[in-house]
């Protein structure tokens, strides 16, 4: 393993022999694979995770988008494309035939001895890719690649295993072949076709997450664009009355503190010319004076960014109905999600399932259970609920240019937006795609 310090290579032998430290530079490691169970890192492996993304140190990002980061590449790792293994399935098969076969055919005289080891092997590679397709280990990418190949092994299988069994005239070994291609073809449909209801738990526990990035802040300081976490500064700041004089054309509102200073650490206000707050009142030290601007604004647009869960995609009814936000207003609202129907389109996003989003989605105000799909209420009541953390920096800031990029095409085929007029007076549009 390589010292992130010097990069110098150190041997298991020249880590043990200088207690877990450089030979070069005597710089603490942090990770010891060896000594790790079922997850393995190294110092190099995490440091590369913090600079991917924070893209090369340039975004900052909270401890939880490092765990989502981290968790993914490490599922990623080892996990083998659709077309490879679909040939190291056909290799592994065609050597037990030849091999292992050709003994048994040598010594029984029967074609079905010959494909024995291959129906075995079949047997072994259907488990074991119908178990990483259902894994809730498995990142929805593998998950999808697993079902893939289940599929394509099965349509291998019913091919030769015919041809096979016509050549050799055995109905047995035909019986055989499809019962297994077929069944795999079918399972593999079925995964791929179920898999947005099924959910993702993390490799890495949260816990020793937390432990590994407090040694690793102990011996390499925190990450600059690590951020802490939001803290409320109750007193009231002192804005220039020049400046309130003015206002914003738009304003971002997230369900989390979280995500709005997120957002703010990473100037896309200034970026954007637009307002950053939470419905939880974040930042509180501004939010008066920053709302009081906001109201002088007549074309004034507002976004709804938030978790996929139960109170997340209440945002928009509480933007429409509190006054403390825009009760009796016509302002335009626009919904850029995190929404069910947007997760369905994707099929790759880190759904988790939380027992208590169950009830939280039974409880959602009539208004805004019309609003959604009956595919969407059965699978926010199924518990199921995506984090806007599972993206990174990057991809959420890409993710809101996109949505307010496409509220300025209203009107020219509405650029990717729905109307939802779930009742009078709280119509407001949603932003079709995830980014």
Known sequence: MKCIRCDTDNTL?????????????????????????????????????IADLS?????????????????????????IPTLGCFFLYLIVAAIATVTAGGLLLEATKSTLALFAPAIVISLLAGFTLLSMSSSAQSTPKVRQSSAKSLQ???GLILIAGIIASIAGNSFLLFAISVFLGVGSIYLGTQQRR????????????????????GRWQQFNGAPFQLLSPSREETTPATVNPDVTAYSFDRLV???????????????????????????????????????????????????????????????????????????????????????PRQIFLSKSMFVQNAPDAVQAAQQMPTE??????????????????????????????????????????????DGGLIFIDSYPGSSYYVVESFG
Not at 56 to 67: I, S, V
Not at 387 to 403: M, R, Y
């Open 55 to 79: 893209a090369n140190n340039t975004l900052f990002f909270t401890p939880r988008q490092l765990l989502y980061f981290l968790d993914k590449r490490l599922k990623n790792k080892g996990s």
């Open 253 to 339: 509102v997230c369900d989390t503190s979280t995500i709005a200073q997120l957002l703010i650490a990473n100037n896309f206000h200034f970026e954007n010319n637009c307002a950053i707050l939470s419905i939880t009142g974040y930042p509180s030290s501004i939010f008066d004076t920053t709302m009081t601007m906001l109201r002088r604004n007549p074309e004034l647009k507002v976004y709804a960014f938030h978790d996929c869960t139960p109170r997340g995609i209440g945002l928009i009814h509480q933007l429409r109905t509190s006054t403390k936000w825009f009760q009796n207003s016509t302002v335009e609202i626009f919904d850029v999600g995190l929404l």
């Open 13 to 49: 032998k020249d880590r043990t022999d200088n207690q877990g430290r450089c030979k070069n530079c005597q710089h603490p490691f942090v990770f010891e694979p060896t000594t790790m169970q079922k997850v393995k890192v190294t110092d190099p492996m995490f440091a590369k995770a």
């Open 368 to 413: 805004v259970r019309a609003s959604l799909s009956n595919e969407e209420l059965a699978w926010l009541e199924a518990g199921n609920c995506v984090e806007l953390e599972s993206f990174t920096p990057q991809q959420l800031i890409h993710i809101l240019n996109h949505g307010i990029a496409g509220s300025r095409e209203l009107g020219s085929n």
């Open 152 to 154: 394509a092994i099965g």
């Open 194 to 213: 179920n898999s947005m209801f099924k959910h993702q738990a993390f490799t890495i526990e949260p816990t020793q997450f937390q432990g590994w990035l």
